[in-house]
């Protein structure tokens, strides 16, 4: 008869995660989960990377899924740590990302204290994840661990609530062996077929995990066969792009140009995307974007067996691909920056197998039909809309894949939010090279303060989108990244030959009029 | 007849808060809340402050609540805003600090559409908040609006999340005339008089709003009177501090001392103070402090009319005080930085009135007795344990008393929270004088593993502790703030001197070994 070793619960939760598969913690842990950090000595699998935000943290275990596949631990304190965290956590949940969360909590005695950094946990917790539980009882962390790292492995945001006292009380049940095998529902394309074979002016809408080389192709093939026209959702965890797989047009952003693209087609057809909505409402328009005249057929879920669906599906309206791959496009980067340019140069610098994430809100706005042609890379974009998120992104994204090289084009009010990303960067020697689009404004307000109707805003309005003073590059400098700033594209150009020839992290301020 | 005047519901917001007497707004809106800064515009009572994460709004509207006694607004974007917001905002709870949380939301039609933005709003704002209402419906916005400031003077934080169709909505009900005078309930001191006669030992602790000059001058005569020891709690929201004013003994943080202290005492007796309780919870160690022999009496509770309460107990007790001022104390600041000697050369700096907001966290612990005889100060410190607070703390504290001196001793990692609050300093040109302990690593959780047995931590674990590589005054400059570097109390002194004596705020790199 077997007898489990000795341990107490911090160290059976860190040895349980690293047998279900955990490779990598971003942590930013305080008192009440000291255990565990000591805990992650104990154990080689696991490594660990400080972030000096909580929300550093969970963008960079964000990043790390659309990487990788595969989650990320998460180490916070108590309830402040978690609502710190919680905007990357809700862009994780929308770009159905899993994170295994742990947070330590005082013991279950201690509550009745109210002692100052108590708060409502469980029901914050249950806000932000899509899976919680507390383990109270040491024996009950092994199988509580293997759950949340199961359900993360699902690409859910899994939280386990670890109370101090049970992280050091002994632990004496055995480990949970292995990962459950991830089932995904297979769904006949039969249904989607027919309705597209009987359309007169179909569209297919890819997203979520259809977006790869082979299913982009197989969609390629589906929407040429049946004269549907191929569109990608707006806002999309990861797709592979660049010469050689197709291109899916992009759903636009504002309702009323979505409505007019969706308003041609009578037959829209879903694969790995949800059914498009509005991002925010607005007075008279239709929080959903399809036509009422506009049927609606789901060829693939999210949670589907996308790869089989996409195939069989390809297969059974054409024999063989007829995808052309598109030229690549040579636009010009020549001169004073402005959003095209600065994208157009970014497309051109891309290296083979590079990782553009991309929260250049306006000003990236020109780059999808810009790197169309670009060299093969994966794009990742702002799923949530909790902006503060690409420079933790990029982090998560070079850990998970350290032999590439990841470029943040990221805009300057939302960077505003997570500077501190850089230092893990840094500490890191993460490749990560970031193109802090400079326009010193919320550029996005201002455009809905027009959409509003104010075209002339006043001072304090005016005051709410200002960003002017911020000298970035002394920021970058400060947290121990490398940094110039460049006002043309060949500058920019050349600034981004050398930073993916250097090691580390680089920053560029590429200054917008 | 009176008619209301047209406006719409941002409109009605917004004059009924200024009508309430709301003054001054820390903001960081987005698409949601565009109505609201708009009708920002049309209300000059009302002014407003960019904060460039949410958290910096409400670390400001904490310190602005407590120097001014007065809820300031916040403004935050969606569900994602209010999650940035919570960690000072359960910082601010803790200090019973009232604010007005204005949060835009969805309309209801767009919530069925469960866009990329949406978040369970209201389950986060009844997890963030004191009192919490959704204005759905244009014509309850006056009503709500009054209720909520009048909930957030009662000091607490209220929260009116408002659609944003219910902003753009005519308002046609008049607004809500005045502000509700707050009732605080007068307890007879008899009982807890009788008690201090009759206890061997008693002991008087003062917290909350006893912390006033006159507070602590009626507590030190009721505690001379009775032969009782006079503490403050560990973590107060604010203190008047210096010369001539009476200094209590500060309870300890750790559990054991604090043990220690209380279990002298045969009597307890709580002034404006809560029971006393451990802030984590220790192997083997109560939660609650107070010794099983010691007797509980409260003569005032936070909410009660303590001045009233005060004065009349200390009549009671003696017909006149008798307290002599402590002298100064001319602690040396000569030499290489340690923490004893930067905060004896911070007390010395001290202008008259200044306000000393602390977030030095292991730094200034010898802060608290080497200020006793200090120029007449406000001392601010961490209530709610959630670090990241300073520099907010310190713009709001000085937004509220533009002509005092705010001096923010900061912690470098619970600085690292919050680096944005600088630019905000720089543009509002506020008087804040950042001195950064600059130890380079996360001190506590050195100290925490040692308690934990950790002796010699691991390779990860030193990891999560240390923050090497930070270049401070870089980061500072990079956000608008003038900054040097010093290395001995003499350079901290010379520079504190010539920052107090200029405009605007500046930043001070104290270099601890």
Redo the contacts between chains.
């Keep these: 008869m077997s007898t489990a070793p000795s341990r107490n619960g911090a160290g059976a939760l860190v040895s349980q995660l690293a047998l279900s598969g955990l490779r990598h913690v971003f ?1 930013n ?4 989960e ?2 565990l ?2 805990a ?3 154990e080689p699998a696991v ?2 990377t ?1 972030g ?2 909580e ?1 550093v943290c969970t963008a960079a275990a964000d990043g790390y899924w659309r990487i990788s596949g595969e989650p990320a631990g998460v180490l916070l304190h108590l ?2 740590g978690l ?2 965290a ?2 990357n956590l ?1 862009n994780a949940r ?1 770009a159905r990302s899993g994170a295994v969360v742990i947070i330590g909590d ?2 279950d ?2 509550l ?6 108590q ?2 946990l469980e ?2 917790a ?3 994840s899509d899976w919680w539980a507390r383990a109270s009882d040491p024996d009950a962390v092994p199988a509580l661990g293997g759950a949340a790292f199961n359900s993360a492995a699902a690409g859910r945001i899994s939280t386990l609530i670890v109370p ?2 049970a992280q ?1 009380a002994a632990c004496e049940v055995p480990l949970r062996q292995g990962q459950l095998a991830l089932e995904r529902p297979y769904r006949s394309p039969a249904s989607a077929l027919d309705a597209l074979r009987a359309a007169k002016r179909p569209c297919l809408i890819v997203g979520g995990r259809a977006l790869t080389q082979s299913g982009l192709l197989a969609a390629e093939q589906i929407a040429a066969a049946h004269g549907a026209t191929l569109y990608c959702e707006t ?1 999309f965890a990861v797709m592979e792009r660049g010469f050689g797989r197709p291109a899916p047009r992009r759903l636009p952003y504002f309702p009323e140009d979505a409505l007019k693209v969706l308003g041609e087609h009578d037959l829209v057809v879903l694969a790995g995307a949800l059914e498009p ?5 607005y ?1 008279g328009m239709p ?2 974007l399809l036509s009422n005249r506009s049927v609606l057929q789901i060829l693939a879920g999210p949670e589907d067996a996308i790869d089989d669906i996409l195939k069989d599906a390809a297969q059974a309206s054409a024999p063989s691909s007829t995808f052309d791959p598109m030229p690549t496009i040579g636009a010009s980067w020549e001169g004073s920056l402005k959003a095209s340019t600065l994208c157009a140069a970014v497309a051109a610098a891309l290296p083979e197998d590079s990782i553009l994430v991309d929260e250049g809100i306006t000003t990236s706005l020109p780059f999808y039909d810009l790197s169309v042609g670009a060299r093969p890379f994966r794009h990742l974009t702002l ?4 902006i ?1 998120w690409g420079p933790g992104a990029a982090l998560g994204a070079s850990i998970a894949s350290p032999n590439q090289t990841v470029i943040n084009v990221q805009a300057d ?1 939302a960077g ?2 997570l ?2 990303a850089l ?1 893990s960067q ?2 890191a020697s993460a490749h990560v090279i970031t193109v802090l689009c400079s326009n010193r404004t919320y550029r ?2 201002g455009a ?2 027009a959409r ?1 109707g ?1 075209s002339v ?5 005016s ?2 989108c ?2 002017a ?12 990244v490398p940094a110039v700033r460049v006002e043309t594209g060949e500058a920019l150009a050349a600034e981004m030959a050398r930073a993916i020839a250097a090691d580390g992290p680089s920053f560029i301020e590429a200054v917008l009029p």
């Design positions: 942590a842990p305080g008192t009440t000291m255990p950090v000591e992650l000595d104990n490594s660990a400080l000096l935000q929300n309830g402040p609502t710190n919680a905007a809700h929308r005082h013991p005695r201690h009745a204290s109210d002692s100052p950094l708060t409502p029901t914050l249950s806000a932000t101090a006292d050091v806002f909505v509005a991002f925010f409402a007075p929080s959903r799923t949530g809309g909790a503060g009010g505003l939010y500077p501190q230092w840094a500490r996005i307000l809905e303060l509003a104010v805003p006043g001072p304090k309005a005051a709410m200002d960003l003073g911020i000298e970035w590059t002394s920021i970058a400098r400060g947290f121990g």
